[in-house]
């Protein structure tokens, strides 16, 4: 939800003008799937990552603005709350060693604003949940210095008419189970966004294909087993970020009405399949109104910008989330995936990705596509046992029935990978580098997840508090993630 808006809350009146306008750009919308040329001859994929900065004790550091001044970078955004920035990657194309340049772009990158961040005594670090994050640092001035973050934070607990009900609990009964008054806990959930460009007729493919690989995702990058102090789930980020933004009261989610955070509930046969169920089932956070006049500018031959549209779009978040945007006055239409957590290493992202990109094109493709031979439930079934136990989850796959993650991945998936990393014609020297670590973390059975809670596991055998123990294990994992060594082969302390 990157567009600016310009008021921290709205009239009942702007919000009748904005179902309004937001209707319209569907329609026009619609025609432009129809008759306007969309730009996909070259497809670009696009990186986002979500970082924490931490104070010396390691601890989370509320100075973003300080921090992004001093890294002097466009590149690196705010996010919601002042202990989050985000690097946004320009899009780029997947043939040859483009990855190589890619994962050394980033390394730079981060080095870089590491070397400017530690000037002022910050360290940044991609994790999925922050783990040294606790209750306190949801208090007092927590929000980042944009207005749409004051905005969101005020449609969200608006909507609801009370306050957030956070209740989680991980594998060996340690749960978590209180109010928020606010969406700060949210902002402990940070990802990898994956871009893909997509032509308008296959985007259903993608679409359905990225969520039938969604639990399979998560069962190989789970990386955000604390929160609050508390092992949880493998994924903790998932049901966290589902709470946190909930706007259904108690009453309303025994009506079934639909989460603003959204597996999704068919299979699509469009992209407008994905973008009517915006505007049929969810009221509007951010009603901000634009001067286009979307007809007129289609009408004249022009490519309009839809922004009511995008912006609504941008507060229903979706696992894979259908994008329209314009760029050089021709639209496209993306794929975003949001399904990863950060980190643990860039080797880690750059690996996630390619398994993501070259199992996404084989899927896509197949003639007898899986997601004909299996139902949605049983996607969205994969989904979260993925997010909740990680590396140590099962799948539902046709032809292999119920199997662990880590077979499926190594027997099905990571063939597939090859192959649709090879149709995209990148280097093989890419594929085997890339893939060459997912297939080492499924056979060592060792992600960020498993890493982190063996770590902390560890440490408190030795005697150390979870206080202690989670700053020990997080000094650690940022040695690992500066070292740019994939999460598998990093050591452990011993038992």
Request: hydrophobic residues 40%; aromatic residues 10%; contains cysteine.
């Amino acid at each position: 939800m990157g567009a600016d808006v310009e008021q921290a809350r709205y009239t009942r009146e702007q919000r009748q003008q904005y179902r309004e306008k937001v209707r319209r750009d569907l329609d026009v919308f619609e025609r432009m799937l129809s008759h306007s040329q969309f730009e996909f001859d070259r497809p670009m994929t696009g990186i986002e990552v979500e970082l924490n900065l931490v104070s010396e004790d390691l601890g989370p550091k509320l100075d973003n603005k300080a921090i992004l001044e001093q890294i002097a970078d466009p590149d690196y955004q705010t996010e919601l709350a002042r202990y989050n920035i985000e690097l946004n990657v320009p899009p780029r194309p997947l043939p040859g060693d483009s990855a190589f340049e890619l994962e050394a772009d980033l390394r730079r990158s981060l080095n870089r604003a590491s070397e400017r961040a530690a000037e002022l005594h910050t360290g940044i670090v991609a994790i999925g949940i922050l783990p040294t994050v606790m209750p306190e640092h949801f208090e007092g001035d927590w929000i980042s210095e944009n207005i749409r973050y004051a905005a969101l934070n005020n449609a969200v607990l608006d909507a609801r008419g009370e306050d957030v009900w956070l209740e989680l609990e991980g594998p060996t009964g340690e749960r978590i189970a209180r109010y928020s008054d606010s969406l700060a806990p949210e902002s402990a959930c940070t990802s990898i966004q994956l871009h893909l460009q997509v032509h308008p007729d296959r985007f259903a493919d993608h679409w359905n294909a990225a969520q039938v690989l969604a639990g399979p995702q998560l069962a190989l990058g789970a990386n955000s087993p604390f929160f609050l102090g508390q092992r949880l789930w493998a994924e903790t980020r998932i049901p966290l970020f589902t709470q946190a933004t909930d706007t259904r009261s108690v009453e309303l989610k025994n009506q079934g009405v639909r989460p603003r955070v959204w597996f999704g509930e068919r299979w699509i046969t469009s992209i407008f399949d994905l973008f009517e169920e915006n505007v049929r089932y969810f009221p509007a956070l951010l009603p901000e109104i634009y001067d286009e006049q979307p007809e007129e500018v289609f009408e004249r031959g022009e490519v309009p910008e839809l922004k009511e549209l995008r912006l609504h779009n941008g507060t229903v978040y979706r696992w894979n989330r259908p994008i329209y945007d314009t760029h050089g006055g021709r639209p496209h239409l993306r794929v975003e995936n949001r399904v990863l957590p950060a980190g643990p290493s860039i080797a880690d992202v750059m690996a996630n990705a390619a398994f993501y990109y070259g199992t996404m094109r084989v899927l896509a493709e197949e003639d007898r596509p899986v997601w004909t031979r299996m139902s949605f439930s049983a996607a969205e079934a994969n989904f979260e046992e993925g997010a909740r136990l990680g590396i140590d989850a099962r799948a539902f796959w046709p032809g292999f029935g119920d199997v662990p993650a880590s077979e499926l991945i190594l027997r099905r998936l990571l063939p597939m990978a090859h192959e649709g990393l090879s149709k995209w014609g990148v280097s093989a020297a890419v594929r085997d580098r890339f893939l060459g670590i997912v297939e080492q973390r499924c056979l060592k059975g060792v992600n960020g997840a498993s890493w982190q809670t063996t770590c902390v596991e560890r440490l408190e055998a030795r005697g150390l508090t979870r206080d202690k123990a989670l700053r020990e294990m997080l000094r650690l994992y940022m040695e690992g993630q500066s070292a740019n060594e994939p999460v598998h082969t990093w050591e452990l302390p011993s038992a």
